[in-house]
């Protein structure tokens, strides 16, 4: 009986991919090619800029960039890269298991791309507006405050309307099959797309 149940679960709820196509993700670069240069950029496009660069360089759910913070022991800010270290407890990983550090490298050939310069000038333009507080990313609206999960989806999905992304069908963790699927596309390893998504073995 617990085996006709169980067959029946799955031929009615069955274990599909989430997602049947994965957009392209070279719509959404160009869309960021396309903003204002930092001396003109306001603090919702920055925002929207880096929040979406590391969503697909790193391959991480909302949870783990909502998680990421400017602490001196959280965050290791250098010329060429940047090293998160998330300090709190996620949902996804099992005891004995922790996320391993988020390490996001610059990309000099395109300046307007690189996600160590988009973050270096978030953590200037934001400095005046943090009133102490750590987390990253901290709301466009007085009196900035950490950016909720909820608040970082709605942003990255606010960027996927505007590539003329249908939302109603992909939501914001769509950044991690579409950054992961674009890396296997140009021979990335396995275990090096696994790692940054937060899927270690």
């Known amino acids: 009986m617990v085996k006709r149940l169980l067959k029946a679960v799955f031929k009615d709820k069955p274990s599909l991919p989430r997602y049947g ?11 960021l090619r396309a903003l204002p240069e930092y001396d003109k950029i306001s603090l919702k496009e920055l925002t929207y800029k880096l929040v979406v660069l590391i969503a697909i360089l790193s391959g991480q759910r909302c949870q783990t960039i909502h998680a990421l913070s400017i602490e001196e022991n959280c965050m ?11 300090s709190t407890l996620l949902k996804q990983p099992k005891p004995g298991t922790h996320l391993k550090p988020i390490e996001l490298r610059a990309d000099p050939p395109d300046a307007k791309l690189c996600v160590v310069i988009c973050l270096k000038e978030y953590v ?6 943090r009133h102490n507080e750590t987390a990253l990313f901290i709301t466009c609206q007085k009196p900035h405050t950490a950016a909720r999960k909820d608040t970082i989806s709605r942003w990255i999905k606010a960027v996927l309307t505007l590539t003329g992304i249908d939302t109603r069908v992909h939501g914001a963790n769509s950044t991690r099959s579409a950054s992961t699927s674009a890396a296997a596309r140009q021979g990335s390893p396995t275990i090096t797309k696994l790692q940054s998504a937060g899927r270690q073995q």
């Not at 290791?76 to 998330?86: A, G, K, N, Q, V």
């Not at 200037?124 to 507006?129: D, E, N, V």
């Open 21 to 31: 196509k994965i957009w392209n993700l070279n719509v959404l670069l160009c869309l």
């Open 76 to 86: 290791s800010l250098e010329h060429d890269r940047c090293t998160f270290f998330i």
């Open 124 to 129: 200037q333009f934001t400095a005046s507006l």
